[in-house]
């Protein structure tokens, strides 16, 4: 049996707003611990994950592990129902084939219960190593999404350069030229720790992607090392997180 | 030229 009751639909809405740009369907892995997801977007290049932890949510109950297959599209119209300030609770019994979504107004004068099918999604699943990133900068979550937009009139491929000096964010094609940078501030909106300098080139609509998560976090973490996948991290609160990492392009 | 993100993580 696993149940859980968010006191606020808005946060499940801004997930699920912040994945289904990337992924038509997912599996959620619910534990004794919380909630984890791992998936791919169709072309393999991206990966997002999502972990929230059990003491996120105001009540939450697993006996034992469960994977709920889900149609975000599904999910995002049955969300659509509820109101922001709804409290919602999840449910599914152990082997079932569906999961109940249960809406309670804020003055609890109101409910509505949905039920979902769930999907039986092949999984797969990938070890992400612990990664010591050279360089790791902190800044406004609204201001990444403004320089991911503002590289994208320029260019497909987006450089993201990183030294002691600052992040600088670079696109260049047949319009002209963008190069953006953010030196560290010292009120801390910005915050840059760079062990060594790193260059690497990104695929520039994946950036915008996954902007979608902006409302979930003021501030987003962003890890860069010479060839691995970029990291960018939006918290979600203290509780959880959604992690997206995206392969670097090489040259041709 | 893209890489693929399955070619830095391994399958478990």
Redesign the interface.
């Known amino acids: 049996m696993f149940e859980a009751r968010l006191a606020s639909t808005l946060t499940l809405k801004r997930i699920v707003d912040a994945l289904r740009e990337i992924l038509n369907q997912s599996t959620l892995d619910c534990s004794d611990t919380g909630i984890q997801m791992q998936a791919?977007d169709n072309?393999?290049?991206?990966?997002v994950s999502l972990c929230l932890r059990k003491e996120y949510f105001e009540k939450y109950k697993c006996n034992r592990n469960i994977s709920l297959g889900l149609d975000l599209k599904s999910l995002t119209k049955v969300l659509k129902c509820a109101n922001g300030d709804d409290a919602v609770t999840i449910k599914a019994a152990d082997k079932a084939d569906k999961v109940e979504l249960s809406f309670e107004s804020a003055g609890k004068e109101r409910t509505a219960d949905y039920e979902l099918r769930l999907l039986n999604l092949d999984q797969?699943?990938?070890?992400?190593?612990e990664t010591e990133y050279n360089c790791v900068v902190h800044m406004p979550a609204t201001e990444f999404a403004r320089i991911c937009r503002d590289m994208a009139t320029f260019s497909e491929s987006v450089v993201i350069a990183c030294s002691k000096e600052g992040i600088k964010f670079s696109a260049s094609g047949e319009m002209g030229a963008a190069n953006i940078k953010l030196s560290e501030t010292t009120k801390g909106e910005v915050s840059i720790q760079v062990d060594e300098p790193v260059a690497l080139s990104f695929?520039g609509r994946y950036l915008s992607t996954f902007t979608r998560a902006t409302p979930l976090a003021e501030k987003v973490k962003i890890g860069l090392a010479p060839d691995?996948?970029l990291l960018v991290e939006y918290p979600i609160e203290d509780y959880g997180y959604i992690r997206y990492?995206?392969?670097?392009?090489?040259?041709? | 030229m893209q890489r693929g993100i399955d070619s830095f993580f391994k399958r478990v």
């Open positions: 791919m072309s393999h290049v991206s990966l797969e699943h990938l070890a992400i190593p695929a691995v996948p990492y995206l392969a670097p392009k090489v040259d041709d």
